[in-house]
């Protein structure tokens, strides 16, 4: 298991998925819905923060770091999609293997007014089977995950995607 969660960690450190100006990879899924791992993670101002607690709403999980240019992209989109869609969803970026000062310093810059996370163990990158970044989760309001993405998002069709999710 110990050899496992250091390959996994390789892949992680060896960088992006994809560059800006490719396209999204087709590593996108409909999953067969399995609860999502619980975990307690801390924002960069230290607020704990449980996945478990966020229940009865849809969550998106966001893996992402600030070197990753695909993942840095993707923050506007995010970025406005959590606003949109504030009363249905909790957005919420996990970003691996940075500081908090770092990662409230990007948060500033870039005006983002969704939930970070920082700081994950290498059990929770694991168990979300985070291979490359950045990649996007959604979870049901009962705790499923139901669909993820390996690679970054794309706008139009990501918020198609959230509507056909809730109302299926």
């Known amino acids: 298991m110990r050899m ?3 390959a996994a960690l390789v892949v992680v450190l060896a960088g992006c998925v994809g560059r800006v100006d490719s396209p999204a990879p087709d590593a996108i899924s409909e ?3 399995f609860s999502a791992p619980d975990f307690s ?3 960069p101002e230290g607020t704990p923060v449980r996945l478990s607690q ?3 709403r849809w969550v998106i999980l966001n893996f992402w770091a600030t070197w990753c240019a695909p993942c840095v992209a993707e923050m506007p989109l995010l970025a406005a999609l959590a606003a949109e869609r504030a009363e249905t969803h909790i957005l919420i970026g996990i970003n691996v293997r ?6 409230a310093r990007f ?3 870039h005006q983002l007014g969704f939930r970070l996370l920082v700081d994950p163990p290498d059990s929770l990158l694991v168990d979300y089977s985070v291979i ?3 990649q996007t989760l959604v979870i049901s309001p009962e705790g499923e995950i139901i669909w993820r993405q390996f690679g970054p998002v794309d706008g139009e069709s990501f918020g198609t ?3 056909s999710l809730i109302s299926g």
């Open 4 to 6: 496992f969660m250091i």
């Open 31 to 33: 999953e067969e819905p």
């Open 41 to 43: 993670l801390a924002d």
């Open 54 to 56: 966020q229940r009865g």
């Open 98 to 103: 940075e500081g908090r000062a770092a990662v």
């Open 107 to 109: 948060a500033e810059q």
């Open 132 to 134: 490359g970044l950045p």
């Open 161 to 163: 995607l959230l509507d």
